[in-house]
């Protein structure tokens, strides 16, 4: 498509539910990242992906946070057993190979996780 | 995490000033990025410096990656109403491991008074 797009746009869970956020690349992009956005905070690196390849995962906060792309295009990140803590935008990217930070990412519009 | 120093947290000006908003970091960086995120969207991608002492500009938007490769800044001349939002610094680190990721301020918020 034409641009990064990201489902649902807001997602509201009780505490101890798992959930699953979607993300669409732009079509041809090879990198894909997943970054967490905290209120009143800028955003924060979660894991990379170069194809269905998991490169770094070195910002997951917990086990209960798992990122996969099985086939190279599309990805789920999950959270098990959500917490207060967990509530924030979780924002997608993808960019060219090797040029996710040289000429920056394109980011979808997030999803709003509130967890009460 | 890590996150940048950026400041001012927050500007009111009026219609028609300049602007300047800086960052500062304790490590270095070889790729500096500016991004604009309004309400409700992700950041979109403003300017993108390579190079110590690079001097970019994007219309009315200018940006410098400092010498030191610890800091930078970003001017908007001339503001006018669609220029308010959050504008954030980001840095890549410059070691080869996670040298994907990137490091985000906390952000600038802007309001334009017309």
């Known amino acids: 498509g034409a641009g990064v797009s990201q489902s649902p746009r807001y997602k509201v869970a009780k505490r101890g539910q798992d959930v699953a956020l979607r993300c669409d690349p732009i079509?041809?992009?090879?990198?894909l990242f997943w970054y967490q956005q905290a209120l009143g905070q800028g955003p924060e690196f979660l894991t990379y992906?170069?194809?269905?390849?998991?490169?770094?995962k070195s910002g997951l906060p917990s086990d209960r946070f798992f990122a996969e792309r099985p086939e190279g295009s599309v990805s789920t990140l999950k959270i098990q057993r959500t917490q207060q803590e967990d509530s924030a935008v979780y924002l997608c990217a993808s960019s060219l190979v090797g040029q996710g930070g040289t000429y920056g990412y394109t980011f979808g519009s997030g999803t709003r996780l509130t967890v009460v | 995490g890590q996150q940048l120093n950026q400041s001012p947290q927050s500007m009111f000006i009026q219609e028609g000033e300049d602007v300047s908003m800086n960052c500062t970091s304790s490590s270095i960086f070889n790729t500096w990025l500016w991004y604009k995120q309004d309400p409700g969207e992700g950041p979109v991608l403003l300017i993108a410096?390579?190079?110590?002492?690079e001097l970019t500009s994007n219309g009315r938007l200018t940006a410098q990656f400092g010498i030191t490769r610890k800091d930078s800044f970003l001017n908007i001349s001339a503001s006018i109403p669609s220029d308010v939002g959050i504008y954030f610094c980001?840095?890549?680190?410059?070691?080869?491991?996670?040298?994907?990721?990137?490091?985000f301020g906390k952000g600038t918020k802007l309001s334009v008074i017309p």
């Open positions: 079509s041809g992009h090879v990198s």
């Open positions: 980001a840095g890549q680190p410059y070691s080869g491991a996670g040298s994907y990721q990137l490091t």
């Open positions: 992906f170069q194809n269905e390849a998991q490169l770094d």
């Open positions: 410096l390579y190079k110590a002492g």
